[in-house]
């Protein structure tokens, strides 16, 4: 006869508690995934924090703080892995991937401190004051087809 065997798992929380959002929200802001947080036995599955935000404002409000400062986390990530690259524990490649996807995510959490700045200079002078009516529409013209 075959043997049957049986694996017990602890039930992943459904009901919402003040210490299991903290604790999510922890893990979260440490620079993991909402995906490698809910893969822990102790923590909801992400459809059950799916519903939750949509339930609990106060978590979602809570959760896009953890996000941002995700953040900061992955920023020392960074620094940690370019170290490691120096000492020769990581091979510089891909380090350069695991950086890249980090700096990627930082500034898409916390735009202002860690995305990309884009500066535009606008010079120059033009005095349209003498121009005719005709004069200025041609001059409109020359502009809107550069």
Not at 3 to 12: A, D, G, V
Not at 39 to 55: A, G, L, N
Not at 120 to 144: P, Y
Request: charged fraction near 35%.
């Amino acid at each position: 006869s075959a043997k049957i065997t049986r694996s017990y798992r602890k039930l992943r929380p459904t009901d919402y508690t003040q210490e299991t959002a903290d604790k999510f929200c922890s893990r979260i802001a440490l620079g993991n995934s909402l995906r490698k947080v809910c893969s822990d036995d102790d923590m909801p599955s992400p459809v059950t924090i799916y519903s939750w935000f949509r339930k609990y404002e106060e978590f979602l409000k809570q959760y896009t703080r953890a996000k941002e400062e995700s953040a900061d986390s992955r920023a020392d990530q960074i620094e940690e892995i370019a170290e490691k690259v120096l000492t020769g524990e990581y091979e510089p490649q891909a380090a350069r991937v695991a950086m890249d996807a980090f700096k990627w995510t930082s500034g898409k959490h916390k735009p202002k401190k860690y995305g990309d700045k884009i500066q535009q200079e606008i010079s120059g002078s033009l005095d349209l004051s003498s121009l005719s009516d005709e004069e200025l529409d041609q001059k409109i013209r020359e502009l809107m087809n550069k």
